[in-house]
């Protein structure tokens, strides 16, 4: 289906019914498969035959969406995982083990940070957390002999910097190693990292991919470009005894990694998506086109409106001119970054809660990056146990409320801000 463009891909990629099948992709509700012979299940154990054999590793429901999600990022494969937590864990272990090291944009979502900050070390795999910002030739110095990877999120949440996808590709192709990319606010409507050369990448599809808000999921992508074979993946390069030999960049070629993230990590870890929690995914991925250039267009109209308003003290959204990432976000999501936007209020945290708590409209949720709009104070909620200095050091001002703009009618969405400015 390469000729089609992305929206068209969005509907029909993945599940192309033959003559008197279901149009809708169907749900397979079942953990196993039936065959004939003992000898065939061998075979696909033996990965010489297509075919299904047990859903923790593979599901029919599961595999037209990966089907769908490989071809809107451009990659040769895809895998799905039950969280986007899964995705980023899968994705570094299958690269990188005790003794090793990767590098890691400062700014990413707070989850991948005590993921990588806590549990990777508790591994004995180290992780340098660096300014992305900085000259291909500062971050040079952070690479270490051991460092095998280095990991940035396209539209950063929820700081929202934008990661210089080319240069941080360029740096590590200089070193022999990948890059992985969390794709999760920008989507693949609008930013394929893989053009860019990004060689992983990976989403939280319970943000906007889903949409509603109903399923967690998560995704890696393997763009198949890598060459693993370069002497520092021994555990794609090599023959892996938990799989009677095979020697993954061998025996899969430009699936290498992506074979090696199923076969051995998804087979022993099981972080599996349930067949209908895929289904759900795919209804969503129907409408990411339309939804995200709602999405963008709204968030940019509110962040309009918000930097014109007294009360207001600053805004942070990459759409506006004056935004320190608008260059990058011109270059790398032309048409639209994500929903969500940043901003403070004067008067602190008082001010920025008595706000929150007079939107009618806007509910206050964890959540961002569904159909709803939704607000987070994260100084009273989620960060609550820092104190206003600890705030200011990992991004977060006290006055700071995070929106994620829905995609209901932008003019009630400013009115109720208006209605809670007003209360002031
Ligand atoms: C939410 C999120 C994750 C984690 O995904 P879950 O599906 O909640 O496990 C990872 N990366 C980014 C950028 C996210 O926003």
């Known amino acids: 289906m390469n000729n089609y463009h992305i929206d068209t891909k969005c509907i029909q990629e993945g599940y192309q019914p033959k003559n008197g099948e279901a149009r809708v992709v ?15 299940v061998g075979k696909l154990f033996d990965l010489v035959e297509e075919g ?6 593979a599901n029919p429901t599961v595999d037209y969406v990966e089907k769908k999600i490989a071809a809107l990022e451009g990659g040769v494969g895809a895998m799905c995982t039950s969280s986007g937590q899964a995705a980023s864990l899968i994705a570094v272990i299958n690269i990188c083990s005790a003794g090793d090291h990767l590098i890691s944009a400062g700014t990413i979502y707070g989850g991948t940070f005590n993921l990588f900050a806590v549990t990777l070390k508790r591994m004995g795999i180290d992780v340098s957390f660096v300014d992305a910002d900085a000259s291909i030739e500062e971050l040079q110095k952070e690479i270490k002999d051991n460092t095998k990877l280095i990991f940035a999120e396209t539209i950063a949440n929820p700081a929202l910097a934008i ?39 990976i989403h939280s599809t319970s943000k906007y991919m889903d949409g509603h808000a109903v399923a967690l999921g998560g995704v890696i992508v393997d763009s198949g470009n890598f060459n693993w074979d370069n002497g520092k993946f021994p555990g794609l390069s090599t023959p892996d005894a938990s799989y009677h030999g095979m020697v993954y960049t061998r025996d899969c070629g430009k699936t290498a990694f992506i074979t090696k ?54 805004v942070n959204y990459p759409g506006l001119e004056n935004n320190k990432y608008y260059d990058l976000a011109q270059k790398y999501l032309p048409n639209g970054t994500c929903g969500v936007i940043s901003f403070g209020i004067k008067g602190g945290r008082e001010a920025a809660i008595k706000f929150m708590d007079s939107l009618k409209l806007a509910a206050i ?13 994260p100084a009273s909620t989620t960060h609550r146990q820092l104190t206003d200095q600890q705030l200011i050091d990992c991004g977060i001002t006290p006055d700071l409320i995070r929106m994620s703009i829905g995609i209901e009618n932008v003019d009630d969405i400013v009115a109720d801000i208006e209605q809670s400015l007003e209360k002031l």
Not at 365 to 377: N, P
């Open 52 to 57: 299904f054999f047990y859903t923790r590793l």
């Open 261 to 314: 993230a199923r076969v051995q990590l998804m087979r022993d870890l099981g972080s599996t998506p349930s067949p209908n929690n895929a289904f759900l995914l795919n209804i969503g991925l129907e409408t990411l086109h339309l939804r995200m250039e709602r999405h963008c267009s709204n968030a940019l109209t509110v962040a309009k409106y918000l930097e014109k308003q007294d009360k207001i003290s600053w």
């Open 365 to 377: 949720v964890v959540h961002v990056a569904d159909a709803r709009t939704g607000v987070l104070h």
């Open 163 to 201: 990661a210089d996808i080319e240069k941080l590709s360029t740096l590590a192709h200089n070193n022999g190693v990948p890059l992985i990319v969390d794709n999760t606010f920008a989507t693949p409507i609008n930013c394929r990292p893989i053009e860019f050369g990004a060689d992983i990448v």
């Open 26 to 40: 169907p749900i397979y509700q079942s953990t196993t498969y039936k065959y004939d012979s003992s000898e065939h």
